[in-house]
């Protein structure tokens, strides 16, 4: 069954940095651009960011653009969100989530179960 | 960058009645309009994509229609289990902007 696993949340103070990652498993990740969506505690999902199958395109919410960075390995098939001066208002679950096909851009079929990043003093 | 606005932004309706909520892109988008489904405390769940293909194992009680810059989510008979929060979500480009959401509630 496909599967995402994130993981790397915590609480965080504000200006500082976390990583997360997403471990993906039994699809071809190679293949397949990936993104990351958040959800703040009550509140909506939001779209964080996007990389193509092979890193070379990646995009971003204007609410992150200059502080996120997504990245892949495609060798240990893995995603990653580097989170960079981090902000109160980034407070929120983080989902990876899989297109459900090759392209760039398609609907999620597979969403990994959220890690939870806390930004507070 | 696109908009997507969704309402109502809650409904509260009875088992069996018919359900609809909208989905309003600000520039047209084709047919590049999925819907989720998120019960509380869940993933969300991709349930119409392309504006109105039914995931597999999706219940046919839902339904999406629309192309360009309107689109709907129809439930045609409310069940229990339906009780979540919808979101209508654009992939034609990024910003792959979802919608505010639909809570519904019997």
């Known amino acids: 069954q496909v599967q995402l696993v994130e993981s790397g949340g915590g609480v965080v103070q504000p200006g500082r940095s976390l990583r997360l990652s997403c471990a993906a498993s039994r699809f071809t990740f190679s293949s397949y651009a990936m993104d990351w969506v958040r959800q703040a505690p009550g509140k909506g999902l939001e779209w964080v960011a996007l990389?193509?199958?092979?890193?070379?395109?990646?995009y971003y919410a204007d609410s992150v653009k200059g502080r996120f960075t997504i990245s892949r390995d495609n060798s240990k098939n893995t995603l990653y969100l580097q989170m960079n001066s981090l902000r109160d208002e980034d407070t929120a679950v983080y989902y990876c989530?899989?297109?459900?096909?090759?392209?760039?851009?398609?609907?999620?079929?597979?969403w990994g179960q959220g890690t939870m990043v806390t930004v507070s003093s | 960058d696109i908009q997507m606005t969704q309402s109502p932004s809650s409904l509260s309706a009875s088992v069996g009645d018919r359900v609809t909520i909208t989905c309003r892109a600000s520039q047209g988008i084709n047919n590049y309009l999925v819907w989720y489904q998120q019960k509380p405390g869940k993933v969300p769940k991709l349930l119409i994509y392309?504006?109105?293909t039914l995931q597999s194992g999706v219940p046919s009680r839902f339904s999406g229609s629309g192309s360009g810059t309107d689109f709907t989510l129809t439930i045609s008979s409310l069940q229990p289990e339906d009780v979540a929060t919808y979101y209508c979500?654009?992939?034609?480009?990024?910003?792959?902007?979802f919608g505010g959401g639909t809570k519904v509630e019997i």
């Open positions: 392309a504006a109105s």
């Open positions: 979500q654009k992939y034609n480009s990024a910003p792959l902007t």
């Open positions: 989530a899989k297109p459900g096909s090759s392209g760039r851009y398609d609907a999620f079929d597979i």
């Open positions: 990389i193509s199958y092979d890193g070379s395109n990646k």
